[in-house]
């Protein structure tokens, strides 16, 4: 069933001739008569009454009132994705727990309010977990720590983060081996990129099986460092915005293990939706990086 086909119906039940119809849709007369043949013998159907003045049948004004959506929701499709009305529909994006919390309320605000007709559903999780989602097509786009290798996706720098140790009491300097051998760390599950900056750091100080307890959520992992229960690492920024709330401290460490990146990484840009087009043009409004365009091949 061809949608020109549909067009034609719908302009011969309207105009009650076929030679008005074809003068309408810029077509000859022959040519609306054979796509309503070919409609009929497709659906086994007749459609017009052809004896007296042209008119629908009573299954052909049915199929009329299914032409009329399906061109409504075919043309809005085209305007949709030519740019000619406001994206809709639903934008899926995928972020560490620390980048949602910080990083995207702003960057969100502004994309709220220049498209307000799109659905915005966010999912955290930790990077290995969140890279999962995105190549089995669960989410549009995801922020994460790294870089993504894949040929298919394109990575851009969004933030630059610096890990620090975070602990109940105030720090001068690293705590020993021994100290932090019989203390626990806090952390996201398995997958998360700080776990990992976690295992690097207690190597580099010899440690080679210190204890590390998954928690769900930031506000318990910081609860539990200020109570005392241990230590973790997570971004300067984050720790500061949430000082006021909770009573920890901070320890710098060395650059190797501090500085993360955090990438946005979404497929290649001739799949996105206009949602997912516009949020990105956004995101560049809001950072600056010095990485690749997103569109580029």
Known sequence: MQLKSLRLLVAVAETGSFGAAAKRLHTVQSNVTTHIKKLEEELSVKLIHRAGRVRPTSAGWALVEYAERMITAHDEAVSLFKGQVKACG??????????????????????????????????????????ELLL?????????????EHGHYHSLKAFS??????????????????ALLTSAFLAFRQ???YRQR????????????????????????????????????????????????????????????????????????ETWTPALAS?????????????PQLNAS
């Open 90 to 131: 639903r934008l899926r994006i995928g972020a560490m727990e620390t980048t949602t919390a910080l990083r995207l309320p702003p960057i969100l605000a502004a994309y709220h309010a220049a498209q307000p007709d799109v659905d915005i559903q966010i999912k955290t999780g930790p990077t290995a977990e969140l890279v």
């Open 136 to 148: 089995n097509g669960q989410v549009d786009c995801i922020f994460v720590a790294g870089r993504l």
């Open 161 to 178: 983060e610096q890990l620090v140790l975070v602990g109940s009491t105030p720090m001068t300097q690293m705590p020993s081996s021994q």
């Open 191 to 193: 997958g998360c990129s």
């Open 198 to 269: 976690i295992e690097l750091l207690l190597a580099a100080q010899g440690v080679n099986a210190g204890r590390i307890f998954e928690l769900g959520s930031l506000d318990a992992m910081l609860g539990c460092v200020a109570a005392g229960m241990g230590y973790t690492v997570l971004p300067r920024g984050t720790v500061e915005a949430h000082q006021h709330r909770f009573e920890v401290h901070t320890l710098e460490l060395s650059t190797s293990i501090a500085n993360i990146d955090t990438y946005f990484v979404a497929p290649k840009s």
């Open 279 to 291: 949020f990105a043009e956004t995101l560049r409004d809001a950072v600056v990086v010095n990485e």
